[in-house]
């Protein structure tokens, strides 16, 4: 009988080194993304901003060249081919949720919204359970490779605040509409918000595919 606690890893330490590194990646792009916009909110497109909004670009350069580099090794080495297409899959999927938080990040640099502060403790609610999702999603796509019994309880998680998250954006959409605001800045301020709770989504759909690879390794 298969053991869950089993690595894939076994004779490919080189593969697993940068397998984890690209998990690390999305951490890494979560948080700086959360503390991009908490500093929008608080200075616009100061240096600050921009300083960070550079290091998301260089955190989603930086996964871009690992998954190439993850994709070479599989391919070039036929390392783990009876997953191989999977994991595939599943670091495209997770590259799908770094790039979505430069895309994000790098349109409140550009568009510049201007974001009344009654909104700001929403938006921040809004982006702390984005990236908690993401988060999440990284640690149940890492326990896939080490301990595959976990991937179901990270990615519970991974539901619980993409459900969140969709009521916090519908409630922020609506107060939005509702406002005195002009009818261009609500359209902006919508769809940024949505593109930053799209987030969440992407990292539901990685976990969807993630537990089917799941269930076929567990057969």
Known sequence: MFNIKISLFANTKKLENKIDSFHDKVIDAAMTFNKAIRIFLAEHRSDEFKKINKQIKQIEHDADMLRRSIESNLYSNNLIPDLRADVLELVENID????RFDEVSYKFYIERPEIPEIYHNRIIELVNQ??????NMSI??????RDFSLVRD????????EHESDISFGHLKEAIFDSDIPLANKLQLSNLIEEIADVADLAEDCVDELLIFTIKRDI
């Open 130 to 135: 984005v990236t908690e999702c993401a988060e």
């Open 154 to 161: 990270y990615s519970q998680k991974v539901y619980f605040l």
């Open 140 to 145: 149940a796509s890492r326990s896939f490779f």
């Open 96 to 99: 799908k949720v770094i790039n």
